[in-house]
C-alpha cells in the first residue's frame, strides 16, 4: 500500500514536471532572443589626444578591458580633474589634482551612487512611483582643466569611458555630465522634488517642474562605443506631466554661447537635416503605463503618410557615468524643426496649438480662419473649397486617418498642433506627436468621438474643422476613400504587426537591464504582454473600423 502510494506520487511528480516543461517551453518560446545584435569590438588601439596644455593618452568610448589612462602635460601645467560633474577648482575637497594614471575599469574611479537618489516622491503613484535600482552600470566620467599656478589656462573637457568586459549596449550612448548639485540637490537639483515640492498638492509641485536651465556636457558614442562628439549645451527637464516620473526626459539645446550654434553631425541614420539645434530625450514613463514603445511605433508608421513626424531613435542615457536607462532621442518639433526641414526662417513661422493659442508667431490668420468654418456651411461645396484653400489637403487627410486608427484617447482636446510659414502659398500643416494613448479600445470609433466632441464643445478647436469637413459629402467620400486604401496597404494588419515585432527585437537586448534600473515595466513579461495587446489591436481594428467608416 505505502508502495503503491510512493509509485503514485513519483508518478503525479514526473507527470507535474513533464507540464511544466511543457508550458515552460511554450511560455519560452514566444520570448525574443535575447542574444547580442551584433559583434561588439569597442574602442581599438590606443589614439592619443592632443589638446592645449596636454595630452590624453586614450580616446573616450567604451573598451573590452580596463586600463591605465594617463595625461602628460607641460613642464608648468598642472592638471585638476573631478568625477561628480563640477568644474575643477584646485583646493576644492571634490577636486584632484592629477599625478598618477587613473585606473579604468567596470568598477567606476568613484562609487557617487546618484542612481540610489529617489527622484520621484509621490506614492501610490502606480508607474510614477521610486523604486531603488537592483543593480547599476558604471563608466568614468571626468571633467579636467589645466592650470598654471592656481590660474587657468584651458577649457574645462569632458572625457567619459566605460569598460564592458561582458556585456555592452546594442544602442548608441549619451552620456550627460553636469555638476550633481544642479541635478541631485535638495535646493537646486533639477531631478529632485526638493525645496519646490509640495507634500499637499503633489501635481505640479517640485523641482523637476521649474523653468530652470543649466549648462551640461554631451557625449555621443556610436553603437561600437567610439565618441561620435562632445559639446557643450544647456539641460531642461521635458514634458507636462511626465517630470513627475522617476526618469526624467531631457532637453538639450545647443547655444552660441557655447560655441557651437548647431549639433556637429545629425544623430539619426538617413538624416537629410545637416542643421540641429534641439532635441530631446524621451522617458518611457511618458507612456502613463500603457504600451511604452508606441508612440515610437506609431511614428514609424506614420512616416510613410503625408505628416510631420520627428526623427526618433533609442539610445542608453549616462548621468554622470551613471546608467539612466534607455530613452527614445528625437528631434524637438518646435520652429526650428521646421525651419531646418523646409528651409524656412524659423521667425516667420506660426505654430497654433488647441484653441487658438499661438505657441510661436502669430494665430491671426488661424483664428479668421475658424471664424469663417464657424459661420459658414461647409457641406456646400464652394464653401468646403474656399476652406481647403487653407490646409494641405493630404497631409490634413492622412492625419486624421492615423489619429482616428490608432484610437489616440488624448485627441483632439489635446496635442492638436498645426503650423505654416508666411511665404506665399503656404498652407496650414499638422504636426503629429505624443501618440502614447494609441493602441486601446479597438472597437472605439474615435472619428465617431471626435465629430461628437465638436457638437457638443463648440468651443474646442482641436475638433472645430474635422467635425465641419465632415458634413461635406464630397470630402467625406474622399476621406473614406483613402481611409479604406491606407487599411489596405500601410497600415494593414501585417504590415502594423510586422513594425510592433521590430521593435520588440530592437528593444529586447537591452530592455533587461532598463528594468533592473527603474522598475518600469515591470518585467520582460509585462512588456511582451503590452506588445501582444498592440499587436491583438492590429489583427481586430480593420473590422471595427470598416463598420465605423460604413455608419458616416
Not at 38 to 56: L, P
Not at 197 to 208: A, I, M, R, V
Not at 335 to 352: F, G, M, R, T, W
Not at 500 to 516: G, R, S, V, W
Request: hydrophobic content about 35%; some cysteine; glycine content about 4%.
Amino acid at each position: 500500500m505505502i508502495y503503491t502510494f510512493r509509485k503514485y506520487v513519483i508518478g503525479l511528480m514526473a507527470l507535474t514536471l513533464v507540464l511544466c516543461l511543457n508550458n515552460s517551453c511554450k511560455f519560452f518560446s514566444s520570448q525574443p532572443k535575447v542574444e547580442p545584435p551584433f559583434e561588439f569590438i569597442g574602442v581599438q588601439g590606443v589614439n592619443s589626444i592632443i589638446t592645449d596644455h596636454y595630452q590624453v593618452s586614450h580616446q573616450p568610448g567604451v573598451y573590452l578591458k580596463a586600463f591605465d589612462l594617463t595625461f602628460k602635460s607641460d613642464s608648468a601645467v598642472d592638471l585638476y580633474y573631478t568625477l561628480n560633474g563640477r568644474k575643477p577648482k584646485p583646493g576644492k575637497d571634490y577636486t584632484f589634482k592629477y599625478i598618477k594614471p587613473l585606473h579604468i575599469s567596470e568598477q567606476g574611479l568613484a562609487q557617487h551612487e546618484f542612481y540610489r537618489i529617489p527622484t520621484s516622491k509621490l506614492k501610490d503613484a502606480g508607474h510614477f512611483d521610486w523604486h531603488e535600482a537592483d543593480s547599476c552600470r558604471v563608466g568614468n566620467s571626468l571633467k579636467i582643466k589645466a592650470f598654471i599656478s592656481d590660474s587657468s589656462v584651458s577649457k574645462t573637457k569632458v572625457y567619459s569611458y566605460f569598460v564592458q568586459p561582458k556585456s555592452h549596449h546594442s544602442f548608441p550612448i549619451i552620456s550627460l555630465t553636469a555638476d550633481h548639485k544642479k541635478l541631485w540637490s535638495h535646493k537646486k537639483g533639477m531631478f529632485m522634488p526638493g525645496v519646490n515640492y509640495d507634500s499637499t498638492s503633489t501635481k505640479w509641485t517640485g523641482n523637476f517642474f521649474m523653468d530652470w536651465e543649466i549648462p551640461c556636457y554631451i557625449e555621443f558614442f556610436s553603437k561600437q562605443g567610439e565618441r561620435q562628439f562632445a559639446d557643450k549645451v544647456d539641460l531642461r527637464i521635458h514634458g507636462l506631466k511626465s517630470p513627475m516620473a522617476p526618469q526624467k526626459s531631457i532637453r538639450l539645446y545647443e547655444r552660441k554661447k557655447y560655441g557651437n550654434e548647431y549639433y556637429s553631425q545629425s544623430f539619426f541614420a538617413d538624416d537629410t537635416i545637416t542643421k540641429q539645434k534641439r532635441v530631446v530625450l524621451r522617458t518611457f514613463f511618458s507612456s502613463w503605463g500603457r504600451h511604452i514603445n508606441a508612440d515610437a511605433i506609431v511614428t514609424e508608421i506614420a512616416k510613410s503618410f503625408d505628416v510631420d513626424v520627428a526623427n526618433s531613435a533609442p539610445v542608453i542615457l549616462y548621468v554622470n557615468g551613471e546608467y539612466w536607462g534607455i530613452e527614445n532621442l528625437r528631434e524637438k518639433m518646435d520652429k526650428q524643426y521646421l525651419a531646418e526641414h523646409y528651409q524656412l526662417n524659423p521667425d516667420s513661422i506660426d505654430i497654433v496649438i488647441c484653441n487658438y493659442r499661438a505657441k510661436s508667431g502669430s494665430n491671426k490668420d488661424y483664428i479668421e480662419l475658424c471664424e469663417f468654418i464657424q459661420k459658414n456651411d461647409l457641406s456646400v461645396d464652394s464653401i468646403l473649397q474656399t476652406v481647403m484653400d487653407h490646409f494641405d489637403r493630404t497631409s490634413l487627410i492622412d492625419y486624421f486617418i492615423l489619429q482616428t486608427y490608432f484610437n489616440n484617447g488624448d485627441w483632439p482636446g489635446n496635442n492638436h498642433v498645426l503650423w505654416k510659414s508666411n511665404k506665399k502659398g503656404s498652407k496650414w500643416r499638422y504636426l503629429f506627436y505624443d501618440l502614447d494613448a494609441t493602441f486601446f479600445g479597438v472597437h472605439r470609433n474615435r472619428i465617431a468621438d471626435a465629430t461628437a466632441l465638436y457638437e457638443k464643445d463648440k468651443i474646442n478647436k482641436g475638433a472645430l474643422v474635422f467635425g465641419n469637413l465632415m458634413k461635406n459629402k464630397k470630402f467625406k467620400e474622399e476621406f473614406l476613400f483613402r481611409y479604406r486604401e491606407a487599411m489596405n496597404t500601410l497600415l494593414a494588419e501585417e504590415e502594423v504587426i510586422k513594425m510592433i515585432n521590430e521593435f520588440e527585437k530592437l528593444y529586447a537586448y537591452d530592455m533587461q537591464e532598463h528594468i533592473h534600473r527603474w522598475h518600469y515595466p515591470e518585467s520582460m513579461d509585462s512588456w511582451m504582454e503590452k506588445n501582444e495587446e498592440m499587436r491583438a489591436f492590429a489583427r481586430d481594428r480593420k473590422s471595427f473600423m470598416l463598420d465605423h467608416l460604413e455608419e458616416l
